[in-house]
């Protein structure tokens, strides 16, 4: 579709936002970063021997901690990863000929995307759950960086700078990551790209937030991020894991003046503990187990949260126990007995030596909360069992 004033969108269903292209130079500037030169053989010899010194620090800490035990796990790790290596690049594995059709793909979307940027054109979307139409504090944030491209740029390479630091002062990262030095942010000019900036749905003081893509040379395992608010005028990095947390929002959703199902309103009572509501919710008809299409089983979610008590009420409410997990394929029983075998309480039936001796020693770090999880898995299958859940 075509939108004032973002210009021609294209709905993306699996990001669930509206996808375009506008002139934004400045960041189409910082759009692409070079591939890094390969290393020389002295720079590759250092690497390395940054790589073990970090590794056998790291070993050593686990010694000092498990005792000999951890051998055992270590012999595990290195004898597996042997037999991956052989089987991936042994003499008689076959190239996969998938290989280097998704290779030309990737590479003609990357010349795309190159003469766009060259053009100062850049990515975006525009978040819309149900194919929405842009909000009016999307639009708002979409003119507001039209306006102010520079000053945003700055606070995005600000947080860039800071991110760099926060991983370079890490010693252990630096020398697994192999994370070379700098001085300002000018010299990262070649490490990190924007790749692209979305508009949130959440809003705050009429405008949505940005959220811009970083590609790095020192953040890759979780991914970086740059939030930057117009409303507030500042800019903070983070990864996928602590997102949300920066994306405030003083406006109600769209689905909040819908009234409430009666199951919805027994759900909270049963949550929050209200007991009192709760059976009168029942009593005028509330079904516990009136799930919509696409609802996780309530009884399903407490035991993977392993709330016992809450497990407890919605038995007592009436919740059934053999009702499965249509997505997982699993009842709340079974879910039970899985997380059990899982967190090492029971043996497993594919039993893992490298696994079982991890495990052993994540239970031992772990120390008194482990068995808090086992007593509180072991009531909670105790319960279902005797409601007649099946698995």
């Given at each position: 579709?075509?939108?004032?004033?973002?210009?021609?969108?294209?709905?993306?269903?699996?990001?669930?936002?509206?996808?375009?292209?506008?002139?934004?130079?400045?960041?189409?500037?910082?759009?692409?970063?070079?591939?890094?030169?390969?290393?020389?053989?002295?720079?590759?010899?250092?690497?390395?021997?940054?790589?073990?010194?970090?590794?056998?620090?790291?070993?050593?800490?686990?010694?000092?901690?498990?005792?000999?035990?951890?051998e055992k796990a270590f012999a595990e790790i290195d004898r597996a990863?042997?037999?991956?290596?052989?089987?991936?690049?042994?003499?008689?594995?076959?190239?996969?000929?998938?290989?280097?059709?998704?290779?030309?793909?990737?590479?003609?979307?990357?010349?795309?995307?190159?003469?766009?940027?060259?053009?100062?054109?850049?990515?975006?979307?525009?978040?819309?759950?149900?194919?929405?139409?842009?909000?009016?504090?999307?639009?708002?944030?979409?003119?507001?960086?039209?306006?102010?491209?520079?000053?945003?740029?700055?606070?995005?390479?600000?947080?860039?700078?800071?991110?760099?630091?926060?991983?370079?002062?890490?010693?252990?990262?630096?020398?697994?990551?192999?994370?070379?030095?700098?001085a300002s942010i000018d010299e990262l000019k070649d490490r990190f790209?924007?790749?692209?900036?979305?508009?949130?749905?959440?809003?705050?003081?009429?405008?949505?937030?940005?959220?811009?893509?970083?590609?790095?040379?020192?953040?890759?395992?979780?991914?970086?991020?740059?939030?930057?608010?117009?409303?507030?005028?500042?800019?903070?990095?983070?990864?996928?894991?602590?997102?949300?947390?920066?994306?405030?929002?003083?406006?109600?959703?769209?689905?909040?003046?819908?009234?409430?199902?009666?199951?919805?309103?027994?759900?909270?009572?049963?949550?929050?503990?209200?007991?009192?509501?709760?059976?009168?919710?029942?009593?005028?008809?509330?079904?516990?187990?009136?799930?919509?299409?696409?609802?996780?089983?309530?009884?399903?979610?407490?035991?993977?949260?392993?709330?016992?008590?809450?497990?407890?009420?919605?038995?007592?409410?009436?919740?059934?126990?053999?009702?499965?997990?249509?997505?997982?394929?699993?009842?709340?029983?079974?879910?039970?007995?899985?997380?059990?075998?899982?967190?090492?309480?029971?043996?497993?039936?594919?039993?893992?030596?490298?696994?079982?001796?991890?495990?052993?020693?994540?239970q031992q770090a772990a120390g008194p909360a482990m068995h808090e999880?086992?007593?509180?898995?072991?009531?909670?299958?105790?319960?279902?069992?005797?409601?007649?859940?099946?698995?």
């Amino acid at each position: 579709m075509t939108h004032d004033p973002f210009g021609k969108l294209k709905f993306k269903d699996r990001d669930e936002s509206w996808a375009g292209v506008a002139r934004f130079p400045l960041f189409a500037a910082l759009g692409d970063r070079p591939e890094p030169p390969q290393m020389t053989d002295d720079e590759a010899r250092q690497r390395l021997a940054d790589m073990s010194a970090a590794l056998d620090a790291m070993k050593e800490q686990m010694r000092e901690r498990f005792g000999d035990q951890i051998e055992k796990a270590f012999a595990e790790i290195d004898r597996a990863t042997q037999d991956e290596l052989q089987r991936i690049e042994g003499p008689d594995a076959d190239p996969d000929p998938e290989d280097a059709a998704r290779a030309a793909k990737r590479a003609g979307l990357r010349a795309k995307r190159a003469a766009k940027l060259a053009e100062g054109k850049f990515p975006f979307r525009v978040a819309a759950p149900d194919e929405a139409a842009p909000t009016p504090a999307q639009a708002a944030t979409f003119a507001f960086l039209r306006d102010n491209e520079q000053l945003v740029l700055d606070a995005v390479r600000a947080a860039v700078w800071e991110s760099f630091q926060n991983a370079y002062n890490d010693e252990y990262w630096r020398q697994v990551g192999g994370v070379k030095p700098a001085a300002s942010i000018d010299e990262l000019k070649d490490r990190f790209a924007v790749l692209r900036f979305d508009i949130t749905r959440e809003a705050r003081g009429g405008f949505a937030h940005l959220v811009f893509h970083i590609d790095s040379d020192w953040q890759d395992e979780h991914g970086e991020l740059v939030v930057f608010s117009p409303a507030a005028r500042a800019a903070q990095w983070t990864t996928w894991d602590g997102l949300y947390d920066l994306l405030d929002s003083d406006e109600p959703d769209a689905g909040d003046d819908r009234p409430q199902t009666p199951h919805e309103e027994l759900m909270d009572a049963i949550w929050d503990g209200d007991e009192a509501k709760a059976r009168e919710l029942v009593a005028a008809g509330a079904d516990v187990n009136a799930l919509a299409d696409d609802e996780c089983p309530p009884l399903w979610v407490a035991v993977d949260q392993m709330e016992v008590e809450l497990v407890r009420r919605l038995l007592e409410f009436g919740a059934n126990p053999k009702l499965a997990n249509a997505e997982e394929r699993s009842t709340p029983l079974k879910h039970a007995k899985r997380m059990y075998r899982d967190m090492g309480f029971a043996p497993s039936k594919n039993a893992d030596p490298m696994l079982a001796n991890m495990m052993e020693l994540m239970q031992q770090a772990a120390g008194p909360a482990m068995h808090e999880y086992k007593q509180r898995l072991e009531q909670i299958v105790a319960l279902l069992e005797a409601a007649g859940g099946t698995g």
